[in-house]
C-alpha cells in the first residue's frame, strides 16, 4: 500500500478554493491525500482534545506523521519548557494518545539535527527513546552523515531493525556531512516512509539565514526525477508493506503538485485541484425599464 501526502496542510494554496477558513482547511485536505505530517507538535506539544479533533475531522483511511517535540530531539534552544524529561515524554504521550486510540496515527517522527552524529553517546539517547516511547509507532530520520558511511550503515539499519524503528528514506540535497545519501531499506515489514525535501543544495546549509524557510526547501521535482522514484517506491514495496511518501518541497509551492504527479505515475486516483470561485457577474442595472 502507498500513502502521499504533505508536510502541513494550512500552506498548500492550490487545494482550497479562496476563502476557505483556516479551521476548514484539514477536511478538505482529506479529500485529497491519505497522509499528513504534522509540524506545530515539533513548536508545542498539542493539547490531547485538538489531536482527538483532527482525528475525528478526517476521513477512515487518513493517517497522519505527527513530527517529534523539539525537545526530544535536540533542536531546542532557550529556557525548556518541561523540567524533566518524564514530564516531557509523558505529555507526548498523552497526546499521541487520542490518535493512536482513533487508529489514525502513522508514525511519531523523529527528525534529528545535522549535528547529532554517530556516537556510542547519541545511540543510547535513542535506545532510551525508543523505550519511552513504547507501545507508539516511532520514524527515524538522521541528517548527519556519518549514520550512512561505509562503516557504519549497516550496523545504523541494523540498529533500526533490533529497535523497531521505522526508518525514514530520504531525498535531499547532497550538501555535505549534513545531508545523507537515499538508503533504499526498510527496518520494518510493516511501514517505510519517505520523505522529499527537494534538491536546492545552494539553500540547504542556510538555516542561520533570516529567509531560510524561503529556500531550504524551494524545489520543483520534474517528471524524470519522479519516474525514477517511482521505481524506488515499488523496490520498497518489497520489502515493507507499506509507503508513506511525504512532500516537504513547498517553501516555492510545488509540494502538491508533484505529489498529485507523484501518485499519477504510481497510479493512484488523484482528486482534481478545485476550481478557483468564480465570483458571479454583477447584476445589471437597465435604466431605461419601467
Known sequence: MIRVGLAGWGDHDSLYKPGTAAKAKLPRYGDHFSLVEMDSSFYAVQPPDRMAR????????????????????????????YTNDDDMYTAVRDSLEPMMHAGKLWAALFQYPPWFDCSKQNVTLLRE??????????????????WYTLEFRERTMAFMREEGWIHSVCDEPQAGIGSI??????????????????????GWNQSGEAN????????????????EWAGRIRQLLTSSAEVGIVFNNNSGGHAAGNAKSFMRLLGLPVPEFPEAAIPEAPEQLDLFSL
Open 54 to 81: 483532527y482525528a475525528e475531522e478526517t476521513p477512515d483511511n487518513f493517517r497522519f506523521v505527527v513530527k517529534a517535540y523539539q525537545g526530544m530531539t535536540g533542536h531546542l534552544r532557550g529556557k525548556p519548557y
Open 129 to 146: 527513546t525508543k523505550r519511552r516511547m513504547e507501545g507508539f509507532p516511532c520514524a527515524l530520520e538522521f541528517r548527519h552523515q556519518s
Open 181 to 202: 545519501p537515499i538508503v533504499l531499506e526498510a527496518s520494518r515489514p510493516d511501514y517505510t516512509l519517505v520523505r522529499f525535501h527537494g534538491r536546492n543544495v545552494g
Open 212 to 227: 531560510w524557510r524561503e529556500v531550504r526547501y524551494l524545489y520543483n521535482y520534474n517528471d524524470a526525477e519522479l519516474e
